[in-house]
T-cell receptor, first 114, second 114 residues
Framework: AQSVTQLGSHVSVSEGALVLLRCNYS??????LFWYVQYPNQGLQLLLK??????LVKGINGFEAEFKKSETSFHLTKPSAHMSDAAEYFC????????????FGPGTRLSVLP | NAGVTQTPKFQVLKTGQSMTLQCAQD?????MSWYRQDPGMGLRLIHY???????DQGEVPNGYNVSRSTTEDFPLRLLSAAPSQTSVYFC?????????????FGPGTRLLVL
């Protein structure tokens, strides 16, 4: 069975600092990879996704993620954190178009300090 | 488009009561699913449907029923509520192809079982 790990349940950065949220998956076959963001008391919004092709994927709000097959990783980065980035971030994987076997990581809560 | 809508936003139940969480989407998506979100565990799949009349169990189906009589609606029924079902419930939908499993989430229903 697939699994997704996110290192660090809570990450704090200063405003303007680099954001790095880690995601590793367990799968022998590269899956489709996603990052979702959840703001307080809201549903999940898609930040970005990797399907095929270019391994560096750009998403909304200045975020990007790089798929590294050799490391089975899909880490999320943003060069300069903004206060509005404070939220919970979920990494997820699936192997099929339906997303029937959509597996989420446990989430990382990002705090941005002034 | 309203996207994915869920009602109610918040509900308090007593142990043993039953209720139905409503989910609707206006994007003509074939695939719909229900997740529960618990602290530190990410989202876990309860039930899903690949089209009207077709449903199947996910990771944590016990205590929940679903049906899919139309493409638009996918209600989740709690048969006899238990405190362990206190959680935030999210409904999601996706197209059958071309989206690499990208799911669109509703705003969630927060359920408290006393």
């Amino acid at each position: 069975a697939q699994s997704v790990t996110q290192l660090g349940s809570h990450v704090s950065v200063s405003e303007g600092a680099l954001v790095l949220l880690r995601c590793n998956y367990s799968s022998s076959v590269p899956p489709y990879l996603f990052w979702y963001v959840q703001y307080p008391n809201q549903g999940l919004q898609l930040l970005l996704k990797y399907t095929t092709g270019a391994t560096l994927v750009k998403g909304i709000n200045g975020f990007e993620a790089e798929f590294k097959k050799s490391e089975t990783s899909f880490h999320l980065t943003k060069p300069s954190a903004h206060m509005s980035d404070a939220a919970e971030y979920f990494c997820a994987v699936t192997h099929d178009n339906y997303g029937q076997n959509f597996v989420f990581g446990p989430g990382t809560r990002l705090s941005v300090l002034p | 488009n309203a996207g994915v809508t869920q009602t109610p936003k918040f509900q308090v139940l007593k142990t043993g009561q039953s209720m139905t969480l409503q989910c609707a989407q206006d994007m003509n998506h074939e695939y719909m699913s229900w997740y529960r979100q618990d602290p530190g565990m990410g989202l876990r799949l309860i039930h899903y449907s690949v089209g009207a009349g077709i449903t199947d169990q996910g990771e944590v189906p016990n205590g929940y029923n679903v049906s899919r009589s139309t493409t638009e609606d996918f209600p989740l029924r709690l048969l006899s509520a238990a405190p362990s079902q206190t959680s935030v419930y999210f409904c999601a939908s996706s197209r059958s192809s071309g989206t690499a499993g990208t799911q669109y989430f509703g705003p969630g229903t927060r359920l408290l079982v006393l």
